[in-house]
């Protein structure tokens, strides 16, 4: 095992991200001998690339046991019979407490900070979608809900009321009538009460939750000082716990996604991209020349490679994937 | 103010002594066992040891310990469930190919350090690094049998990797150093 040099600090997020994706590369079994030069290259360039190979290294000894058996792939799938029956077995709760329990995973420092608490429980949320993925589903009453990629919420349902608790991403809802349960969606902010409708809840990076009411009529309820107001149908409002902000028209965009689509009006392409980051793992970065140009149009939101290419047709931008993982978005030159 | 308000920020001792039987009651409602439960408590207090925390009240400091306990646990139910896969493997295989008890013993150790370190990963994540750094099945192969592209497994195998490299960077450089 290469040991890391004294003296030095952990080696960047780069520098592990190159690491792993060398890693990827060189086991895909489609490296070819310029691949090796170029990896061999990027190892010699620093002490903080060496220092990043050395935990690929690292990581790659705890597998080195299983060869031990005369089919690793037995071992291997021992994990899986196991895993597949903890998954059966895992609850909210449970999954919870797995994240937060083996102490190198997460601190208390982060538990403790309420902002976090939604995000780490959604990945244990009743219904929840992973990057990219979308889904539609139907509830016991009839109540149908759309879940944008990476999002995630707990239903519960009473005898005396419907409850659902958004815990990250977005969901497009609409509610099926029962007179004697209220439908109710909660998420930091506070609680949304449905009267008879069709309306999109998303919660968004600055920290707030924004509410879009297609049909009928939503009321909020903050979640601090419990002060509320109806927002009624074609109409769209962002809130946080203390205070909502003013009502616009609803955008017809914020109910596109559930049909598959990006519908841009007006928006950067910052923000596209942004939008359609939540649809893929990796990284896409814009260039500040290019990330205020106007973008029109629809596009398909499972499909990044096309929309990249529809864009690229569409404005004056060059899109480069040096890496599967990873994107840039340029100005084109002639 | 109530009485469980801390003063000031107490030792771990005093922590110890003021929850620790509340910490071993709770354990053993959870675990059914007296004996795993004295040893759980041990191993939270053991942890609050290693990583202090500052805590303000009681009930603060008992959210804490009941999140590590809880962890504790799981981690004894997986373990455990890890260790039932193994031993149902070993049992189906011809004689002459099973393991000496030693070896057995060491892939054990092995799958469940692997499964601790995989588990925040979507399943098909980890699976795909698994078959790729376990068995060294090429992209193509996962690809086949995860019924995903084999740039999805690339980018699986990519995540992964990265997600043990911070764990493991984690454990080893201790948070707030840094060396100019």
């Given at each position: 095992m290469n040991p890391i040099p004294p003296g030095l600090r952990a080696p960047s997020h780069e520098a592990m991200e190159q690491a792993a994706s060398w890693f990827s590369l060189l086991q895909s079994?489609?490296?070819?001998n310029a691949d090796r030069a170029r990896w061999q290259t990027w190892l010699a360039s620093g002490a903080e690339s060496q220092a990043a190979w050395a935990f690929v290294e690292r990581v790659s000894l705890r597998f080195?046991?299983?060869?031990?058996?005369?089919?690793p792939r037995l071992a291997a799938d021992a994990l899986q019979a196991a895993n597949q029956r903890l998954a059966r077995r895992r609850t909210l709760l449970f999954g919870f407490a797995a994240m937060a329990g083996s102490g190198s995973l997460l601190g208390w420092a982060v538990w403790r900070q309420a902002g976090w608490v939604d995000p780490l429980l959604a990945h244990f949320a009743d219904h929840h979608t992973g990057i990219g993925e979308r889904r539609d589903l139907v509830l016991a009453d009839g109540t149908q809900v759309w879940l944008a990629s990476a999002s995630a919420f707990d239903q519960d349902y009473r005898a005396d009321l419907r409850r659902l608790r958004l815990r990250s991403g977005e969901i497009l809802i609409q509610t099926a009538v029962d007179r004697e349960r209220p439908f109710v969606v909660d998420t930091a902010h506070g609680r949304l009460r449905a009267l008879g409708t069709r309306f999109n809840v998303r919660l968004d990076e600055a920290g707030g939750t924004q509410l879009a009411v297609y049909e009928g009529a939503v009321e909020i309820t903050l979640a601090h000082g419990g002060q509320s107001t109806v927002v009624a149908a074609g109409k769209q409002v962002r809130f946080t716990a203390d205070r909502w902000e003013e009502t616009t028209a609803a955008d017809p965009a914020r109910e596109a996604w559930s049909r598959g689509i990006l519908l841009?009006?007006?928006?950067?392409l910052a923000q596209v991209v942004a939008e359609l980051g939540r649809y893929r793992r990796g990284h896409i970065a814009v260039a500040p020349e290019v990330a205020g140009l106007t973008v029109l149009g629809s596009y398909p939101l499972d499909d990044l490679n096309g929309t990249l290419a529809m864009l690229q047709q569409a404005l004056p931008i060059q899109v480069r994937q040096p890496l599967p993982w990873w994107t840039t978005i340029e100005a084109r030159t002639r | 103010m109530s009485t469980s308000e801390y003063a000031s920020p107490p030792s771990v001792e005093f922590l110890y002594h003021d929850n620790h039987n509340w910490l071993q009651s709770w354990l053993r409602r959870r675990l059914g066992c007296a004996a795993e439960a004295a040893d759980l408590a041990h191993d939270t207090f053991v942890r609050l040891l290693r990583s202090p925390q500052r805590f303000d009240s009681q009930p603060e400091a008992r959210a804490y310990l009941r999140v590590v306990a809880n962890g504790l646990c799981i981690d004894l139910w997986r373990h455990r469930e890890v260790e039932r896969a193994w031993l149902d493997t070993l049992a189906v295989l011809p004689e002459a190919q099973t393991p000496s008890p030693e070896d057995q013993h060491i892939v054990l150790q092995a799958l469940q350090e692997i499964d601790t370190m995989l588990r925040s990963l979507s399943p098909k994540a980890a699976r795909a690094f698994v078959l790729s750094?376990?068995?060294?099945?090429t992209h193509q192969e996962i690809a086949g049998e995860l019924g995903v592209s084999s740039r999805t497994v690339g980018t699986y195998i990519t995540q992964a990797m990265l997600h043990c490299m911070r764990l493991e960077a984690d454990s080893q450089v201790p948070h707030g150093t840094s060396e100019p």
């Open positions: 079994g489609n490296a070819t080195q046991p299983l060869q031990a058996v005369p089919a841009a009006q007006d928006m950067s | 750094t376990a068995c060294g099945m």
